[in-house]
Nanobody, 115 residues
Framework: QVQLVESGGGLVQAGGSLRLSCAASGSIFSRYAMGWHRQAPGKQRELVARIFSTGSTNYASSVKGRFTISRDNAKNTVYLQMNSLKPEDTAVYYC?????????WGQGTQVTVSS
């Protein structure tokens, strides 16, 4: 099992940047596929980015070129660097981990982008 704790959310102006961090506990962190999801008020939760144990990544088309997901297995941490933020990026961002069909979720961190 893995426990996930997000940090780094906040309020920024459009065009600004934030870096989210997700600290994970667990002895096999490096084997997990890690990701970030987000949920805006009144909208469905969506996948933002995912990084696999190999380092391969996937991004939602809406964030591709602006966001970068990375992981540091030695620190049991996954990051989401968010640049050129837009008001439509406003959401609660959740760190996720997946292994062998089991999914784990952090508590979420609020990102608010003002126009």
């Amino acid at each position: 099992q893995v426990q996930l704790v997000e940090s780094g959310g906040g309020l920024v102006q459009a065009g600004g940047s934030l870096r989210l961090s997700c600290a994970a506990s667990g002895s096999i962190f490096s084997r997990y596929a890690m990701g970030w999801h987000r949920q805006a008020p009144g909208k469905q939760r969506e996948l933002v980015a995912r990084i696999f144990s190999t380092g391969s990544t996937n991004y939602a088309s809406s964030v591709k070129g602006r966001f970068t997901i990375s992981r540091d297995n030695a620190k049991n941490t996954v990051y989401l660097q968010m640049n050129s933020l837009k008001p439509e990026d406003t959401a609660v961002y959740y760190c996720t981990g997946s292994l062998s069909g089991k999914d784990y979720w952090g508590q979420g961190t609020q990102v608010t982008v003002s126009s």
